[in-house]
């Protein structure tokens, strides 16, 4: 018995051909505009901000969308920004100081709950109680170095003179404590510093090279490493600062102090997105370990603080935030992952903070991907904290 099979006329598929190019036409014109849209916005608050340059991110599900470059890396030079351009991190340092812990929680190596002293000999009286758990969460009471209101903190920390390892301890041991570890919330500098001094110890490695080997180099990152001033660094953009209204190169600070564990990081947004793939796996730490690190740190009256280990929690809309703002040395930069939508946004820029504001061209960005995510202030309900290095 003979198959009888449908024919296809040359007009049907004449058709279908149509109707599928119609379709991508559409998808790009949506693409194009969605682009244009998002342009606009960026130069605009550049624009306000007097921001020289910045690099914009856009992932979803740990996939990069969109990577541009906006103004100028190096004003001097006439260089414009690129994605492959490097900044620096500020803060957003902290979060791989806090997943190099974890790695060596999760070794067995470090335990959240083990007391500092354990780590450091000759700790304070008023330190009995700082545990590892506080330095990664800013409830250990330790001050802020770079805290200019404080006089104790002028008189032992000179931001353009160099210190060891050592000599930065003993300076911070002589820091009275603003309360009780545990008890309050306070952004703290050196609680970071102190917790890649104790990774130094643990390991016997650098906290730098430390991040390079677990962290960095098995996620590709590498255009990520430590800052230093005097190596070449392709792609390297200048940091800047606003003088009564004109652009000033940034100020000096001594090489050792930019290289502490509280954020001294060059990288670009390109790096920055492999990480944030990364954050969706279990390549570093574990699921349960990524949680942990962002769940709200609970204080001892039992209340809750929205930040975790190295990030700020929140939620826009009702939409779960996961941030953190960075800055130091004329840079600023904002990394926000809106978690329930798999949607990241990433802004670095080359202008102090204060004029600059990377977090509201991240939010802004986010709100034009994702209209659920609009506000009119363009910033999270909670956990919107500024905190630089």
Same mark, same amino acid.
Request: neutral net charge; without cysteine; charged residues 25%.
């Given at each position: 018995?003979?198959?009888? =099979?449908?024919?296809?006329?040359?007009?049907?598929?004449?058709?279908?051909?149509?109707?599928?190019? +119609? &379709?991508?036409?559409?998808?790009?014109?949506?693409?194009?505009?969605?682009?244009?849209?998002?342009?606009?916005?960026?130069?605009?608050?550049?624009?306000? $901000?007097?921001? #020289? !340059? +910045?690099?914009? %991110?856009?992932?979803?599900?740990? /996939? +990069?969308?969109?990577?541009?470059?906006?103004?100028?890396?190096?004003?001097?030079?006439?260089? #414009?920004?690129?994605?492959?351009?490097? &900044?620096?991190?500020?803060?957003? !340092?902290?979060?791989?100081?806090?997943?190099?812990?974890?790695?060596?929680?999760?070794?067995?190596?470090?335990?959240?709950?083990?007391?500092?002293? /354990?780590?450091?000999?000759?700790? @304070?009286?008023?330190?009995?109680?700082?545990?590892? =758990?506080?330095?990664?969460?800013?409830?250990?009471?330790? #001050?802020?170095?770079?805290?200019? /209101?404080?006089?104790?903190?002028?008189?032992?920390?000179?931001?353009?003179?160099?210190?060891?390892?050592?000599?930065?301890?003993?300076?911070?041991?002589?820091?009275?404590?603003?309360?009780?570890?545990?008890?309050?919330?306070?952004?703290?500098?050196?609680?970071?510093?102190?917790?890649? +001094?104790?990774?130094?110890?643990?390991?016997?490695?650098?906290?730098?090279? &430390?991040?390079?080997?677990?962290?960095?180099?098995?996620?590709?990152?590498? %255009?990520?490493?430590?800052?230093?001033?005097?190596?070449?660094?392709?792609?390297?953009?200048?940091?800047?600062?606003?003088?009564?209204?004109?652009?000033?190169?940034?100020?000096?600070?001594? @090489?050792?102090?930019? *290289?502490?564990?509280?954020?001294?990081?060059? *990288?670009?947004?390109?790096?920055?997105?492999?990480?944030?793939?990364?954050?969706?796996?279990?390549?570093?730490?574990?699921? %349960?370990?990524?949680?942990?690190?962002? *769940?709200?740190?609970?204080?001892?009256?039992?209340?809750?603080?929205?930040?975790?280990?190295?990030?700020?929690? !929140?939620?826009?809309?009702?939409?779960?935030?996961?941030?953190?703002?960075?800055?130091? $040395?004329?840079?600023?930069?904002?990394?926000?992952?809106?978690?329930?939508?798999?949607?990241?946004?990433?802004?670095?820029?080359?202008?102090?903070?204060?004029?600059?504001?990377?977090?509201?061209?991240?939010?802004?960005?986010?709100?034009?991907?994702?209209?659920?995510?609009? %506000?009119?202030?363009?910033?999270?309900?909670?956990?919107?904290?500024?905190?630089?290095?």
């Amino acid at each position: 018995m003979e198959t009888v =099979r449908p024919r296809v006329s040359v007009n049907m598929l004449a058709g279908l051909a149509l109707v599928a190019a +119609l &379709f991508i036409v559409s998808r790009l014109a949506a693409q194009q505009d969605l682009d244009a849209r998002v342009d606009a916005f960026v130069e605009a608050v550049r624009g306000e $901000q007097k921001v #020289p !340059g +910045l690099a914009v %991110a856009v992932l979803r599900d740990g /996939k +990069l969308v969109r990577a541009k470059g906006y103004g100028l890396a190096n004003i001097e030079l006439d260089v #414009p920004v690129k994605p492959a351009t490097i &900044f620096q991190t500020g803060s957003v !340092g902290k979060q791989f100081t806090a997943t190099a812990v974890m790695i060596l929680v999760q070794e067995g190596k470090v335990g959240l709950d083990d007391k500092v002293s /354990k780590y450091f000999t000759g700790t @304070p009286k008023a330190w009995k109680d700082i545990t590892v =758990r506080n330095l990664l969460t800013h409830t250990s009471g330790i #001050p802020d170095y770079t805290d200019t /209101k404080k006089t104790k903190a002028k008189e032992l920390f000179n931001f353009r003179a160099d210190y060891t390892e050592d000599e930065l301890y003993r300076r911070l041991i002589q820091m009275p404590l603003d309360f009780e570890p545990g008890t309050k919330w306070q952004y703290s500098n050196p609680g970071y510093l102190l917790l890649g +001094l104790l990774i130094h110890k643990v390991t016997g490695e650098f906290y730098g090279d &430390f991040l390079q080997e677990r962290i960095f180099r098995p996620l590709g990152m590498s %255009a990520t490493r430590i800052i230093s001033e005097e190596d070449i660094v392709t792609n390297r953009s200048s940091g800047y600062r606003l003088v009564k209204g004109d652009i000033k190169n940034q100020e000096w600070v001594s @090489p050792t102090l930019n *290289t502490t564990a509280d954020g001294a990081l060059y *990288t670009n947004v390109l790096d920055l997105g492999k990480w944030d793939a990364a954050l969706y796996t279990e390549k570093l730490i574990s699921k %349960a370990n990524l949680a942990l690190m962002w *769940t709200p740190v609970t204080l001892r009256d039992g209340k809750t603080y929205p930040y975790g280990f190295g990030w700020f929690l !929140g939620t826009v809309n009702g939409h779960r935030l996961i941030q953190h703002d960075g800055a130091w $040395q004329g840079f600023t930069m904002n990394i926000s992952r809106y978690v329930d939508d798999k949607l990241t946004v990433i802004v670095m820029t080359n202008l102090e903070e204060g004029p600059s504001e990377p977090g509201k061209i991240a939010h802004g960005v986010a709100g034009i991907y994702e209209k659920q995510l609009a %506000a009119d202030s363009h910033s999270p309900d909670e956990g919107s904290l500024q905190a630089s290095q």
